[in-house]
């Protein structure tokens, strides 16, 4: 049996979870997905010497320009998330621009909403294993899609719903930030469009995205009951434990890289490069998702190879 694992930390900052090889021998379809691996003090001490592993509020400064900042978001609406620590919210008030992943305005959420389904025939039942399509049918109720449209979502849609927990009537942090600025009278800018946040999930072979979505539907609720865990990661500005959470064993590595470079690191290296011109105005206040951040391939370290001065604030 091929032990599968979700990316719960994956479903929180990149909005997806990846899990690896599927193997049937019952008619159950998830009976042989194994839970989560566990961490070991080995991934926690590998974590530990990632560059920049602690901290979400960073200077950026260069000479010449006025310093500015990035914080590393995380897109929940968790309460302890969405209220800014003091640091955040001062360094945000003076500010003069606030940069954000993709602009959240109503063009935006059209475009992804109708990038989400099908529309040459082909009906998501028809990708699945018997079984699978019915527990998706289940989970999903309270994603906010009509029961009738869930046929037609293409399978990086449904991971990507799956893959966080059910949305309530509260704002996430991206959107709590969006106000302030609105609020403020501070323009808004993005370092990529929803256009390109969609192809690089869209990319994605579509055989990938069948398995991690069959791998998000079996272990849905232990992506639930690990989202706790993941928000004290973050309150805790814990860089090193999201990443430890994030790299654990895989049982496919070569479906984890592939989605690690098209959704992460690829991105990485655009935003990093766009936000350049941001960065020499200065004064402007950047939150992009917290694992965009560490490591030697996370923004920070790609800025400091630019010239960039990066000095943790917070």
């Given at each position: 049996?091929?032990?599968?694992?979700?990316?719960?930390?994956?479903?929180?900052?990149?909005?997806?979870?990846?899990?690896?090889?599927?193997?049937?021998?019952?008619?159950?379809?998830?009976?042989?997905?194994?839970?989560?691996?566990?961490?070991?003090?080995?991934?926690?001490?590998?974590?530990?010497?990632?560059?920049?592993?602690?901290?979400?509020?960073?200077?950026?400064?260069?000479?010449?320009?006025?310093?500015?900042?990035?914080?590393?978001?995380?897109?929940?609406?968790?309460?302890?998330?969405?209220?800014?620590?003091?640091?955040?919210?001062?360094?945000?008030?003076?500010?003069?621009?606030?940069?954000?992943?993709?602009?959240?305005?109503?063009?935006?959420?059209?475009?992804?909403?109708?990038?989400?389904?099908?529309?040459?025939?082909?009906?998501?039942?028809?990708?699945?294993?018997?079984?699978?399509?019915?527990?998706?049918?289940?989970?999903?109720?309270?994603?906010?899609?009509?029961?009738?449209?869930?046929?037609?979502?293409?399978?990086?849609?449904?991971?990507?719903?799956?893959?966080?927990?059910?949305?309530?009537?509260?704002?996430?942090?991206?959107?709590?930030?969006?106000?302030?600025?609105?609020?403020?009278?501070?323009?808004?800018?993005?370092?990529?469009?929803?256009?390109?946040?969609?192809?690089?999930?869209?990319?994605?072979?579509?055989?990938?995205?069948?398995?991690?979505?069959?791998?998000?539907?079996?272990?849905h609720d232990i992506i639930l009951k690990?989202?706790?865990?993941?928000?004290?990661?973050?309150?805790?500005?814990?860089?090193?434990?999201?990443?430890?959470?994030?790299?654990?064993?895989?049982?496919?590595?070569?479906?984890?890289?592939?989605?690690?470079?098209?959704?992460?690191?690829?991105?990485?290296?655009?935003?990093?490069?766009?936000?350049?011109?941001?960065?020499?105005?200065?004064?402007?206040?950047?939150?992009?998702?917290?694992?965009?951040?560490?490591?030697?391939?996370?923004?920070?370290?790609?800025?400091?190879?630019?010239?960039?001065?990066?000095?943790?604030?917070?």
């Open positions: 049996m091929r032990q599968l694992r979700t990316l719960a930390a994956l479903a929180f900052w990149l909005q997806v979870s990846v899990g690896g090889g599927l193997c049937y021998a019952s008619d159950d379809p998830c009976a042989q997905i194994g839970p989560p691996l566990a961490l070991s003090e080995s991934d926690k001490a590998k974590a530990r010497s990632v560059a920049y592993s602690q901290g979400l509020l960073w200077k950026i400064e260069r000479d010449g320009s006025p310093p500015s900042h990035i914080f590393g978001t995380m897109h929940s609406q968790d309460r302890l998330v969405t209220l800014l620590p003091p640091p955040v919210r001062l360094t945000f008030a003076q500010s003069n621009s606030l940069v954000t992943e993709v602009v959240l305005d109503e063009a935006a959420n059209q475009t992804f909403n109708e990038s989400m389904y099908f529309t040459d025939g082909t009906i998501l039942p028809s990708l699945l294993q018997n079984g699978v399509y019915e527990r998706l049918s289940t989970e999903i109720a309270g994603y906010g899609v009509p029961p009738e449209d869930v046929e037609r979502l293409k399978p990086w849609a449904a991971f990507t719903l799956l893959g966080r927990p059910r949305p309530v009537r509260a704002p996430t942090q991206d959107l709590v930030l969006l106000q302030m600025a609105l609020t403020q009278h501070m323009p808004v800018y993005g370092l990529e469009t929803m256009d390109e946040l969609v192809a690089a999930l869209q990319g994605l072979a579509l055989e990938d995205q069948i398995t991690i979505l069959i791998d998000t539907i079996c272990n690990q989202t706790w865990d993941l928000v004290q990661l973050y309150v805790a500005r814990d860089l090193a434990g999201m990443v430890a959470f994030n790299e654990r064993p895989h049982s496919d590595e070569e479906l984890f890289q592939r989605f690690m470079q098209r959704v992460l690191y690829d991105r990485n290296n655009r935003m990093a490069a766009r936000m350049e011109n941001y960065l020499m105005q200065g004064d402007a206040f950047i939150a992009v998702g917290a694992m965009h951040l560490p490591g030697e391939k996370g923004i920070l370290h790609l800025l400091q190879e630019k010239g960039y001065r990066v000095t943790p604030v917070f």
